[in-house]
């Protein structure tokens, strides 16, 4: 069943201003920020909601009481009822309210589909690599070894390729063209690409298909108009 924007909350994490196409919104960068320092940190007590929002707010220039509101409501009403994040334990505080010295304080961490939106989102192609690496390492997430050796693969020498399939892959879960983010295949793959990954497909099929002399004048091509 394919879900409709009433049903879920709304991910935002590729979000832009409708006149800055390639500007994030304020709420994409918070919940990009929050995932990313999900799938970096492995401490509990820098997994909490104050340590994100004082992480975040290190980042962005600003207090972190400023920015813990919009923290709070990305967690408990998009991040953790879409099951991007979980509550991973609770640490003991000696200090505050009684209810909330007896339950602690909650930490988080992503689930496996978290850890594919934190892959999509990373800044950098080794930091993608790291965060695929955990989500591969459960075979339940990409039930098809073929996928799995060919990202893998694609990663190391074609990372733009790998990021912008991950892109459209949780953008299209954004938009309800897909129910799930795991396991992670080729049905869903297909449901999600778009007119520039139909272009680049065609243009690698074409490509392998011809001959080494016939292949230097495209990469000639290629270099001088990359």
Not at 19 to 45: C, N, V, Y
């Amino acid at each position: 069943m394919t879900k409709t924007k009433n049903q879920f909350p709304n991910l935002s994490v590729f979000q832009t201003f409708k006149t800055k196409d390639k500007e994030f919104t304020g709420e994409a960068m918070r919940q990009r920020g929050i995932i990313i320092h999900l799938a970096s940190e492995t401490l509990p007590t820098r997994k909490t909601r104050t340590a994100i929002a004082h992480k975040l707010a290190e980042l962005n220039g600003t207090t972190w009481q400023n920015i813990y509101s919009g923290i709070f409501r990305d967690l408990d009403e998009v991040l953790l009822p879409l099951k991007l994040v979980e509550e991973a334990g609770r640490l003991p505080i000696k200090r505050g309210p009684k209810a909330l010295q007896e339950q602690g304080v909650p930490y988080y961490q992503l689930t496996d589909s978290g850890l594919l939106v934190a892959a999509s989102v990373a800044e950098t192609n080794k930091e993608r690599i790291r965060i695929m690496n955990n989500f591969l390492e459960k075979d339940s997430n990409i039930k098809e070894k073929d996928l799995k050796e060919a990202i893998m693969t694609l990663l190391g020498i074609a990372p733009n390729f790998v990021a912008a399939i991950l892109r459209r892959y949780v953008t299209s879960y954004g938009e309800g063209k897909i129910d799930r983010l795991v396991p992670f295949n080729t049905e869903h793959i297909k449901k999600t690409l778009d007119d520039v990954l139909h272009t680049q497909r065609e243009l690698l099929e074409g490509f392998s298909s011809l001959s080494n002399p016939d292949k230097e004048p495209i990469i000639n091509f290629l270099k001088n108009v990359g």
